[in-house]
């Protein structure tokens, strides 16, 4: 509830994306390291129009089976970058994206033709920056300067055991800052909308460094009785401090309910993604004419398909003869009566 601001900034204002072709290469990507958070996820899926989060889908939140897991998985969920949950797993995978964006970038783009061009987008936690690979991580962006990364660090000093006093008192964004990143500090997160727009402008002209957002907020913001508490970290609300909550907010609509006026707000995200898919689409198309070797690489990398007579280009030594005797020997050690 407290990062539904920066999430509702990106996913309806910033990021480039075709809700109905969620695998388009020149995606911007975002990941939610904070994965016990998903549901605001789900919810900006679900508003932006992809198909893999109806209305059924989020009503089934946390249930066996369902296209809404407790945290993000994106072999369960098209749309979902990554799965996460285990902390710092999330921002980690975010630093290896956009490596692969600048690592793409720099072999295929030409002076005359430029077909990879996206940010990576992320949020994490106090739980993710307490994690030793979060921070390996985020050194190793530091190093390479990957300027197309945003990380947003929501800065609501509380953690599943309760408040950061007591086990988390860093600070982070000085660590960050020594790790080479551009740092900003958006001190109003919960209603602060201009104040997160601006941070995000500044990021994109800075283009050497990765940049970390610390966004202040308050966990379970809205909550009358919660709001500001461990016991909202990861626990539903329940069915009184929901109706509480809804009255706080002043949001007299039932349940699940999305009003036309949000949909149609919304809606035009469907084909604006074409559109933008469409005009990356014809780009690579003139690509291919020009480069027609590289174009042809990038499409292998990009789907995975490995060129015909690829297995040939393998290296045969005595060594790899030896090592299929010792296969073949104990398949049949295995299987003799």
């Known amino acids: 509830m407290g990062c539904a601001p920066m999430g509702h900034i990106l996913y309806d204002e910033v990021m480039r994306y075709n809700p109905k072709n969620p ?5 911007d990507r975002f990941v939610l390291s904070a994965g016990h958070g ?12 992809y198909d893999a989060v109806k209305e059924e889908d989020l009503k089934q939140f946390r249930q066996w089976g369902s296209k809404t897991p407790g945290h993000p998985e994106n072999f369960e969920t098209p749309g979902v970058e990554v799965t996460t949950g285990p902390l710092g797993q999330g921002i980690a995978n975010a630093v290896g994206l956009a490596l692969a964006e600048k690592h793409l970038a720099a072999r295929y783009n030409k002076p005359d033709a430029e077909i990879v061009d996206h940010y990576t987008y ?4 106090d739980g993710c920056q307490m994690e030793g690979i979060a921070n390996e991580a985020c050194s190793l962006a530091g190093h390479w300067g990957l300027g197309k990364l945003i990380a947003f660090y ?14 988390f008192t860093e600070t982070v964004d000085q660590r960050f800052e020594a790790l080479g990143w551009h740092i900003i500090w958006v001190k109003n997160g919960n209603n602060g909308y201009d104040e997160i727009r ?4 500044e990021a994109k002209a ?17 909550s009358p009785n919660k709001a500001n508490s461990y016991s909202v970290h990861g626990a ?31 809606s035009r995200h469907t084909p604006e993604g074409a559109a933008l898919e469409a005009e990356w689409n014809a780009k690579f198309a003139e690509y291919e004419k020009k480069y027609p070797e590289e174009a042809a ?34 398949v049949k050690c295995h299987f003799r009566p």
Request: glycine fraction near 8%; charged fraction near 20%; charge should be negative.
């Open 154 to 167: 929501d800065d609501n000093h509380i953690s599943i055991d309760g408040d950061t006093e007591i086990a």
């Open 23 to 27: 695998y388009w290469f020149n995606r």
């Open 297 to 330: 690489e990038f499409k292998s990398i990009a789907t995975g398909v490995l060129p015909a007579g690829w297995e040939k280009a393998l290296p045969v030594s005595i060594f790899f003869y030896y090592i299929l005797l010792v296969i073949l020997i104990s």
């Open 236 to 266: 539903a609300l329940g069915a009184k401090e929901v109706d509480a909550t809804r009255q706080n907010l002043g949001w007299p609509y039932e349940p699940f309910h999305v009003p036309d006026e949000v949909k149609k707000h919304w």
């Open 38 to 49: 998903c549901m605001l996820q789900y919810a900006l899926l679900h508003l932006a129009g």
């Open 122 to 125: 992320c949020i994490l936690g």
């Open 206 to 222: 800075v283009t050497d460094k990765p940049t970390l957002i610390k966004v202040t907020t308050t966990i379970g913001f809205g």
């Open 198 to 201: 601006a941070a995000i402008k």
